[in-house]
DNA sequence: GAGCAGAAAATTGCATTCATTTTTTGAGAG
DNA sequence: CTCTCAAAAAATGAATGCAATTTTCTGCTC
């Protein structure tokens, strides 16, 4: 049984990555109705369908996905354990609200577990996988030389993307791209293009990440990686908005 | 902080964080049926109570919980979204084997995350929370020098939890509880009564932790932190065995 | 006795139904 | 006109019902 389609225009951001590893990882959900809704709603809250804040609306949700409440609560539950949603009791499901707090929480997390990434990477990476990533980092410097910042992302998620892989450790990955979706939501508009230093500075740590991953140090590394986070939360504080469904995630 | 009564002096590596903030902090399960539901059914088959790779009887616990399957399989699809079980499409949910790779890499993640923990505290704990830690780690070091591995247990693992709290980061300290509990499953007998080296080592590891966090010094106790995960893993390598439906799993 | 086809029973996934709570509506008082 | 309070409407949380799949049991063949 295939979901209903999706009858709003739903407007494609784009730039996100397609998030198909998700269910790879978990042959529970696999392909499941019940994965497949699941994957589909996180997908309709994260591309900013429905108000912060606002009410999710079951019924409405229901003939939009063609199905009962039952699996649709199903769903729900698990959204508000991933943090998504919020569960009132008895008032329904609301789109959490980000406050600038959690978001600079969600900030370190992500550092950490890059962090982390990086630690594990440099004991486990493959010569193969190191040389795609330097690769990458070479096509992203042309892109920084060029002023390409939509290349400029792709490369420099993909970056962060092989590490994450060259850990090898499934639940890093799981919680990565589970606090990844969550700060998805946000639109901090850390338009590199309007902030040179930034760019420049963001440029030179992706030197020293991958000259720790070429040397294999790891808590080197770590600390670079947590460091080049930070920064880039700062780069993105005070400037961060609610979902309009465009824009990538910049570094 | 009281922790549960321990019935059992055994073999408790210590890095379990007594979870009992998971419901304070989601507002959202706080009191509902489902939330109950949800910390209960995680209770019964992390105390063992359901034989690994078995499968999960709805009926049965339905009775058992006094409710019906529509709440239950609610509370599955998180669990199995937490990692805990398994869902195979019509053929129910399995409780979650935990293979030794798979062990190897949750305990570096907790490493990851105690890492993060301790480079926050670094930045944010209050002078009052540091004492509190040098306390513990006074009154662990007096259990030790008596061979008191119980409370060296408790001790060890109040620091841990401190730690924690004084990063301070709601996120992380969510993540930690969910993998420590997945952890928690798992009874690997890293007793150190016998594995007189490793305590003593330990020991010494505590000292590092809470000179570098005297320090301030976060990409050190950072380091420091990880690597004590690690030689921990080490010590309870070849060890774990999975958790007989009985005997309440040391808090 | 081992192996296999087929039916009965149980189990799963989802829809529907029901009781309770919340939210909205509307009439009347001030 | 605004506020209050009661009743209607809607939404939530959970139970039950039903079709489809899986598992178990039975009886037959070899």
Redesign the interface.
């Known amino acids: 049984m295939v979901l209903g389609p999706v009858t709003e225009p739903e407007a494609d951001a784009g730039l996100e990555p397609a998030d198909g590893a998700r269910l790879s990882a978990?042959?529970?959900?696999?392909?499941?109705l019940?994965g497949e809704l699941l994957a589909r709603l996180r997908d309709y809250i994260v591309e900013g369908n429905l108000a912060v804040g606002a009410r999710v609306p079951e019924r409405m949700l229901c003939e939009r996905f063609g199905i009962s409440r039952?699996p649709l609560?199903?769903?729900l539950?698990?959204l508000?354990?991933?943090?998504l949603i919020?569960?009132?009791?008895n008032r329904g499901a609301r789109v959490r609200q980000l406050g600038a707090e959690?978001l600079v929480?969600?900030f370190?997390?992500m550092?950490?577990?890059e962090?982390?990434a990086g630690?594990?990477a440099c004991e486990k990476i493959t010569p193969a996988a190191y040389d795609e990533i330097e690769r990458l980092h070479h096509e992203m410097y042309g892109c920084y030389m060029r002023r390409d910042l939509h290349g400029y992302f792709a490369c420099n998620q993909a970056i962060h993307d092989r590490i994450v892989q060259a850990a090898d450790?499934?639940?890093?990955r799981?919680?990565y791209a589970n606090?990844a979706g969550r700060l998805r939501r946000v639109r901090y508009s850390a338009n590199l293009d309007e902030n040179r230093d930034r760019w420049g500075e963001a440029m030179r740590e992706h030197e020293e990440i991958l000259d720790a991953l070429r040397r294999r140090a790891g808590?080197e590394l770590?600390?670079i990686l947590?460091g080049h986070l930070r920064n880039k939360r700062r780069a993105a504080a005070g400037r961060e908005t609610t979902c309009p469904p465009d824009a990538g995630v910049a570094s």
Not at 86 to 89: I, K, R
Request: glycine share 6%; no cysteine.
């Open positions: 978990m042959p529970s959900l696999a392909k499941s019940h039952t609560r199903e769903a539950k698990v508000a354990s991933e943090g919020e569960l009132l009791p959690e929480d969600l370190d997390v550092g950490g577990l962090a982390l630690r594990l450790n499934e639940p890093l799981a919680s606090f808590n770590s600390d947590f």
